[in-house]
């Protein structure tokens, strides 16, 4: 399976770590309980500390679907592939504005894709990168020639869901509502090939103990998922984003390190390594734990954490930045809630 295609679009507006502060401020000043100044200053020490200057939103009257479309029709170009080619859209993203059919039927909807087969893909950030190794699947079978994976992150704007943690009511909020404030939008798409001659190897690991340290309960009042074996987040508010980010990386990190470790290509060797969007720090301490030098591609600082976007994103931009050329090595490895880690490893 090769790339044939990779494609990343996304708002001009940038939201730099200051406005998020403010925006925090002002949601926040009449709800607070406590000193809302030490909380603002808190995050602020905490989004330089993980590396996160920037992210990018929609701004008033722009639509999301203006960027999906522009990165599956740039996709498409690179491929040399028309719409009609395309055989299978998976849809691979947290947000989805519909729960049935699937949004990869309103996608191939809107782009005129009117026989292509079509279904969605959920493991949070981990989403783009199972979609993958689903696709791969498919096409060593040789059921589909060419496979568009579609992924689109619009709920941190106004209005959206995620911007409901910018008004916070006490200090303690900050535990599970800091990683909000790091998340950028945008969409990629990806067109997979068939190529028997470069397959995709994974390595995945699932921590399903730690699943309801990150989640986004649709009724937190369901009294039996918001309480499976003693877990309990009620109250917090439907389509809420909860995220204990510290918790997840002190329980993981010497998973990550491992794997890291046991990469079959060393990560010294390889011309592009892409760690999740999700912080700096992580990342370099596992570096300097491994004593080599990781050629990562680096996201967060311009880009705030891309969520499924988090993959394709950085393949589309090291490559127009020239760090990405055909035959190149690269690996990567997703952390995702749930919990779920993938390391792999492909010929681009």
């Not at 849809?91 to 990869?104: C, G, L, W």
């Not at 869901?161 to 599970?176: C, G, T, V, Y």
Request: aromatic content about 10%.
């Amino acid at each position: 399976m090769h790339i044939s295609g990779v494609a990343f679009a996304f708002p001009e507006r940038t939201v730099s770590n200051s406005e998020i502060i403010n925006i925090v401020s002002e949601r926040s000043k009449d709800t607070f309980e406590g000193d809302l100044d030490a909380a603002l200053q808190t995050i602020d020490f905490y989004l330089k500390y993980i590396g996160s200057q920037n992210r990018h939103w929609l701004d008033k009257g722009e639509q999301s679907f203006t960027y999906t479309e522009r990165a599956i029709n740039e996709a498409l170009a690179k491929a040399g592939l028309d719409k009609g080619d395309i055989d299978l859209l998976i849809h691979a993203s947290v947000d989805k504005r519909v729960i049935e059919p699937a949004m990869s039927f309103f996608i191939a909807k809107g782009m005129g894709m009117d026989k292509t087969q079509c279904f969605d893909v959920t493991e949070a950030c981990g989403s783009w990168t199972r979609a993958t190794q689903i696709a791969q699947s498919f096409l060593a079978s040789g059921l589909f020639k060419h496979v568009l994976i579609v992924t689109a992150e619009y709920a941190s704007h106004e209005g959206q869901p995620i911007a409901q943690n910018h008004q916070l009511n006490k200090m303690s909020d900050l535990e599970w509502a800091f990683a909000s404030y790091t998340i950028g939008e945008g969409s990629t798409a990806t067109v997979l090939s068939r190529d028997d001659a470069k397959p995709w190897a994974y390595e995945n690991r699932t921590f399903t103990q730690w699943a309801d340290l990150c989640m986004v309960p649709v009724n937190p009042e369901d009294g039996q998922t918001m309480n499976f074996n003693g877990i309990s987040l009620a109250g917090k508010g439907a389509l809420r984003f909860v995220s204990y980010g510290k918790k997840m990386q002190d329980n993981t990190i010497n998973d990550l390190e491992e794997m890291m470790r046991e990469n079959p290509i060393p990560v010294d060797e390889l011309d592009l390594f892409i760690p999740h969007t999700n912080t700096l720090t992580a990342w370099h301490e596992l570096e300097k734990r491994l004593d080599k030098k990781v050629p990562y591609m680096f996201m967060l600082p311009e880009y705030g954490n891309l969520v499924t976007n988090s993959m394709p994103a950085a393949l589309a931009t090291a490559e127009k930045e020239g760090r990405l050329e055909r035959g190149h090595k690269v690996g990567a490895l997703m952390t995702a809630a749930g919990m779920s880690y993938t390391c792999f490893n492909f010929a681009y």
